[in-house]
């Protein structure tokens, strides 16, 4: 593992990060001292069974839950332990997010999604929503609304919003868990496209397709990283 000089020359680092929640006189222990690199350009599949930490990794390296112990950085900017509005810059920057429970606003259209988002950037980003929605195969589908996308229209509209802003980082959380493996198979081709355009992409995942496609795999287990 490298030491902090090194940390500009990745997309995102954690270092032993420690995360636990209190219910009552109950802790858990959701990640025990993880440490992670990822490299524009690298595809990283975290795997594990369901309550291995994935979900609360990904949340501590989108700036979206405050590790208690540790730290993340975003291209060399420290995320973790400061100011939510800060945190809240940093990801509108330089993070696109997945989420397990989707990205997008029912009431406005897919073009209208990505537009949104795009407001929300301090800097101008570099495609237009129609080539953000072209790259992932949706051009002729900008006017929809997410109720009337198929389960892969919405992974790939889900996707178009966390590429709206051209982050250096994008973070999904199980992004093809509900689609069938000839559709999983597109959105895979397409977050390999995403990563080749200089771009780290860390998935949380239990496919095994994915697992096989990425240039990386990080076994988690009870809050650990696995050897």
């Not at 001292?33 to 524009?40: F, M």
């Not at 993070?95 to 897919?110: E, P, Q, R, Y």
């Not at 198929?150 to 509900?178: H, I, K, M, Q």
Request: hydrophobic share 45%.
């Amino acid at each position: 593992m490298t030491g902090d000089a090194a940390l500009p020359a990745y997309a995102v680092s954690a270092r032993s990060v420690y995360r636990f929640y209190r219910a009552g006189d109950d802790e858990t222990l959701a990640l025990r001292g993880v440490s992670l690199d990822v490299a524009a350009g690298e595809l990283v599949a975290l795997v594990g069974p369901s309550g291995s930490g994935k979900s609360t990794l990904l949340s501590c390296l989108a700036g979206l839950d405050d590790p208690d112990g540790g730290t993340v950085w975003i291209r060399g900017e420290r995320m973790s332990h400061r100011p939510e509005p800060v945190r809240a810059r940093m990801r509108a920057e330089h993070i696109g997010v997945v989420a397990a429970s989707g990205n997008l606003f029912d009431h406005l259209s897919i073009a209208a999604n990505v537009e949104l988002v795009r407001r929300l950037t301090p800097r101008r980003p570099r495609r237009s929503v129609d080539e953000v929605l072209g790259a992932v195969g949706l051009a002729a589908r900008a006017g929809a609304y997410p109720g009337e996308l198929s389960g892969g229209e919405s992974a790939r509209a889900g996707l178009a919003v966390a590429l709206a802003v051209d982050p250096a980082v994008v973070l999904a959380d199980e992004p093809t868990g509900e689609l069938d493996s000839t559709t999983e198979g597109e959105i895979l081709d397409l977050l390999r496209a995403t990563a080749r355009g200089d771009v780290a992409v860390v998935v949380g995942s239990h496919s095994r397709a994915l697992a096989e496609a990425a240039d990386r795999v990080v076994a988690l287990r009870d809050g650990r990283v696995q050897p």
